[in-house]
């Protein structure tokens, strides 16, 4: 699976916009980005994927770049409840074989 | 739909004595993995498991570890003969066999050995 590198935290103000980025410069053509948090040595909860294109769902946005080398998580509006450690993982992701290989993460502090 | 379940959800044990940590999947789902996650530590992946079947033990210790899915009941993680450094959380996760990937967790089991 390819190596992700995350900065090792960020500070964001409650309401605004977080934008949490990865660098995944050696993915292939056929693996996925994945991205989990931990809040506070909770199991952790899965947020999104995406291969290729923009996903969005009811937590996130992930927005990954055309050369695929690189992607941002976005939380449109930050809660006080989102200041987690956030994971992007790179796998494959076409059924099958399902390990996922966590790194240090971004520790996200939302504050008032 | 029930999450991922794990019991017990604290664990002491005494150096010497065996560990078992039990995880029911989400309902439909026939995949389970292990994690450990050591005291300021990130998680690491230990076993994958399908129904009656280990599928990858890589990240399992050599000696005293082991791991059962059987066909009925939820799955096991041993840990015979516990030590000080066997103190972590240990987190269950199931995913469903139809393709798609995303991984739901439990709550963990956080074991001390005293």
């Known amino acids: 699976d390819a190596k992700t590198t995350q900065p090792p935290s960020m500070d964001c103000a409650e309401g605004r916009a977080a934008n949490l980025p990865c660098n995944h410069s050696?993915?292939?053509?056929?693996?996925?980005v994945y991205w989990y948090r931990q809040i506070h040595s909770q199991g952790p909860q899965y947020i999104i994927h995406?291969?290729?294109n923009n996903e969005t769902n009811e937590m996130a946005s992930l927005i990954i770049t055309e050369d695929r080398k690189s992607s941002t998580l976005i939380l449109p509006h930050a809660t006080l409840r989102d200041t987690a450690v956030y994971y992007c993982?790179?796998?494959?992701?076409?059924?099958?074989?399902?390990?996922?290989?966590f790194g240090a993460g971004t520790r996200l502090a939302v504050h008032p | 739909n029930a999450g991922v379940m794990q019991n017990p959800r604290h664990l002491v044990r005494r150096r010497g004595q065996e560990a078992r940590l039990r995880c029911s999947p989400m309902?439909?789902?026939?995949?389970v993995y292990w994690y450990r996650q050591l005291p300021e530590e990130g998680l690491k992946f230990m076993v994958y498991?399908?129904?009656?079947?280990?599928?990858?033990e890589s990240g399992m210790p050599k000696e005293r570890f082991s791991a059962e899915f059987p066909k009925e009941g939820p799955s096991i993680l041993r840990i015979q003969q516990v030590v000080r450094g066997d103190s972590a959380a240990y987190f269950c996760?199931?995913?469903?066999?139809?393709?798609?990937?995303?991984?739901?967790f439990g709550p963990g089991t956080r074991l001390t050995v005293t």
């Open positions: 996760a199931s995913s469903r066999s139809d393709g798609s990937n995303e991984q739901y």
């Open positions: 050696t993915i292939s053509g056929n693996e996925y």
């Open positions: 995406g291969l290729k």
């Open positions: 993982i790179v796998r494959v992701g076409s059924g099958g074989y399902n390990k996922l290989i």
């Open positions: 309902k439909g789902h026939s995949h």
């Open positions: 498991l399908q129904k009656e079947n280990i599928i990858d």
